[in-house]
């Protein structure tokens, strides 16, 4: 679907300012609009001086994707990725109607579930962009930051803590992001540590939020995923959410069709059963 635009007057303005969240300072660049600003989730190529943000700080190859661990099982899993915008209202119905509900269905010795986000890292001055201006930036590093610190394939060592109930809280509310208030109760909901958050946000080296944003982009990029929200199933393109609508989703666009496809592609049926029941009494003790 074409992006909605609305017309801008002509001019160009940069200028640095301070801004600071979560008590972190961050330096930025913006240039304003010149022509168009696009109010859609879909990146329209080739990229235009359009809206630009900078985060100053040093370059650096972090995880593109968040949530898989390094185990015997891993290889076994069925992988399940979304691609999504932190300010994008079809990111919100992904997430709440589709994809989450889905993985409580599932489990994480099932799925290694990932979320990536979309923008652009290839700016002549080496920073970052996102769709929706400064603002949906920093979401996407708490975000990211939360999937890092709190992997959706490791509930047990986090004492049956993911990522998964922090997102679900920033992403209903979106429009919130980036209020300190609204995330710390949003880390309280989830049950994450917002200090930690707030330290990964604030980190300026390959580990923090910054990097791990540009690799992120990095990544949807390579793969040529530029719609939020884009559901991935066993490295393919699942299902798409744009303008409101399901698109490109052979098999269906529910929570059942999607659950039922991760168990078509478990390798086998009787094995999932029993380690999804496994599952479920690890979390009860």
């Known amino acids: 679907m074409a992006p909605n635009t609305q017309t801008r007057n002509s001019y160009s303005l940069a200028t640095k300012i301070t801004l600071s969240l979560l008590g972190v300072v961050l330096l930025l660049t913006i240039t304003f609009p010149t022509e168009l600003l696009t109010t859609a989730c879909t990146w329209i190529h080739p990229l235009q001086d359009d809206f630009r943000l900078t985060l100053w700080s040093f370059r650096g190859a972090g995880d593109a ?9 891993k290889n076994r899993k069925v992988e399940l990725e979304i691609h999504i915008m932190s300010q994008c209202p079809d990111a919100k119905d992904c997430m709440e109607d589709l994809v989450f509900p889905a993985l409580e269905q599932l489990g994480p010795d099932i799925v290694d579930f990932k979320m990536s986000f979309i923008g652009k890292t290839q700016l002549r001055n080496g920073g970052v962009a996102c769709l929706h201006g400064p603002s949906e930036c920093l979401g996407d590093m708490i975000h990211i930051c939360g999937a890092k610190l709190y992997p959706y394939n490791s ?45 990964c946000v604030s980190d300026p080296g390959f580990e923090g939020g910054v990097e791990l944003l540009r690799s992120s982009f990095d990544w949807s990029e390579y793969l040529g995923v ?54 479920l009494e690890q979390l009860e003790h």
Request: aromatic share 10%.
């Open 226 to 279: 530029r719609t939020s929200c884009t559901v991935r199933l066993g490295g393919k393109r699942r299902c798409v959410r744009d303008g409101g609508k399901w698109t490109d989703c052979e098999g269906g666009s529910t929570v059942e069709d999607l659950v039922r496809d991760v168990k078509a592609a478990y390798k086998d049926e009787e094995d999932f059963e029993e380690t999804y029941r496994q599952w």
């Open 155 to 199: 509930t047990v060592e986090n004492h049956n803590a993911t990522f998964i109930p922090f997102s679900t809280c920033l992403i209903h509310d979106y429009q919130n992001l980036p209020n300190k208030t609204f995330i710390e109760g949003c880390a309280k909901e989830g049950k994450v540590d917002f200090e930690k958050i707030n330290q």
């Open 65 to 73: 994707k968040f949530g898989s661990v390094n185990d015997e099982k």
